[in-house]
């Protein structure tokens, strides 16, 4: 089983990121490679379509709005991965957050490090665009937090 992580720390509260990446079922409006989403089975099956034309359908297993995060698992789709849980949370880093998305998978084959490389590229463009969707919220919906956080 592999395991990665990627953070992302962003001048803003955990409770403001949260608004935007809490939607399960809003991933498009920040991740550039998915094009379009579509929500089944009350909101818990997402089926995504990236830009290459590929998809894949995720199904929400847990959501914990008190503490800012979702679990997820891959259902299909053309990623090199099996048995793939992933988990996306946002948490209070001072007067910043910390966003983190990871997943345990494993590999199809013997590709375990194109797999891995697949996700972190996917989670890192996700999460380099979520903090430019939240810049452009600036002055709209949210404030940064610009104080200095704890030393």
Known sequence: MTSIHVTQRLPYSAEAVWALIGDFGGLHRWHPQVRRLDLSWEGRIRTL?????????????????AAYRYVYVLVDGSLPVQACRSKLEARADGAHCLVT???DFDALGDGECEAEAAMRMIYGAG??????????LEGH??????RPGPV
Do not use: K
């Open 141 to 146: 919906l949210l404030t940064p937090n610009l």
């Open 49 to 65: 379509h990236y830009a290459d034309g590929s998809r894949a359908v995720e199904r929400l297993e847990a959501r914990n709005d």
């Open 101 to 103: 998305w990871s997943s």
């Open 127 to 136: 999460l380099e665009a979520l903090a430019v969707a939240l810049g452009s």
